[in-house]
């Protein structure tokens, strides 16, 4: 039962427009959500996160919307660069519970096009 | 500052051997991770610990073990290598129970 849901496995965006990622989740324990971005043969680096006492974060190029009542956020990258071609995994904790770790989605394979 | 470390990056392993692989970090963090991750798939935990002397299952235990006999380091064992556990396997620290550091990652082969 995936609990942390990235439905769209890729996602091609031209450089200059905005890209949106999207992330479902289940649990309704999970009350903070991270996105990670992960080159090939590298590990995950963290990028952006959102408690969920917030419905918005910003990080200069990165937003991550939270829409708790629909149990989904999204982290839009404007304007998207070459450098963000990469996988992006959405993650999410209940930073209240044990310490058992993040929860990842498949991630969606992020492709800027020239 | 190296943060996560681990070693070795890249192993192949014969079916019933076994290895460790290692995972350091100079952050002073008390809370450890080992996930792995499979073609297509998101990662999924191993084993994790809270401190020196503490660890505890993650979703995916079978067919690993490890120790935390010191805060810095947090290696993973497989034991008998079967073809199911060849995966990246990628070690992470935090200093609190959300935001993780992660290595550079193990890829390991089991043939």
């Known amino acids: 039962d995936q609990q942390v849901k990235q439905n769209s496995p890729s996602l091609s965006v031209q450089e200059g427009r905005i890209s949106i990622l999207n992330c479902d989740y289940t649990?309704?324990?999970?009350?903070?959500f991270l996105w990670y971005k992960k080159y090939p043969a590298e590990g995950p680096t963290f990028l952006i996160s959102?408690?969920?006492?917030?419905d918005k974060n910003e990080d200069g190029r990165f937003t991550v919307f939270l829409n708790k009542s629909a149990k989904h956020l999204s982290l839009h990258i404007v304007p998207s660069q070459p450098g963000d071609s990469a996988v992006y995994f959405c993650?999410?904790?209940?930073?209240?519970?044990?310490?058992?770790?993040?929860?990842f989605g498949k991630g969606t394979h992020l492709i800027i096009q020239p | 500052n190296a943060g996560v470390t681990q070693t070795p990056k890249f192993r192949i392993l014969k079916i019933g051997q076994s290895m460790t692989l290692q995972c350091t970090q100079d952050?002073?963090?008390?809370?450890m991770y080992w996930y792995r991750q499979d073609p297509g798939m998101g990662l999924k935990l191993i084993y994790y610990?809270?401190?020196?002397?503490?660890?505890d299952k993650g979703e995916v235990p079978n067919g690993y073990n490890v120790s935390r006999s010191t805060t810095e380091d947090f290696p993973l064992r497989l034991e008998l290598a079967a073809p199911s556990q060849t995966s990246v396997y990628f070690c992470?620290?935090?200093?609190?129970?959300?935001?993780?550091?992660f290595g550079q990652g193990t890829r390991l082969t089991v043939v």
């Open positions: 992470a620290s935090s200093y609190s129970r959300t935001e993780a550091f």
């Open positions: 649990n309704s324990m999970f009350d903070y």
């Open positions: 959102i408690s969920s006492i917030k």
């Open positions: 993650a999410a904790t209940d930073s209240g519970g044990g310490a058992d770790g993040l929860t």
């Open positions: 952050m002073n963090h008390n809370y």
């Open positions: 610990s809270v401190g020196a002397g503490i660890t």
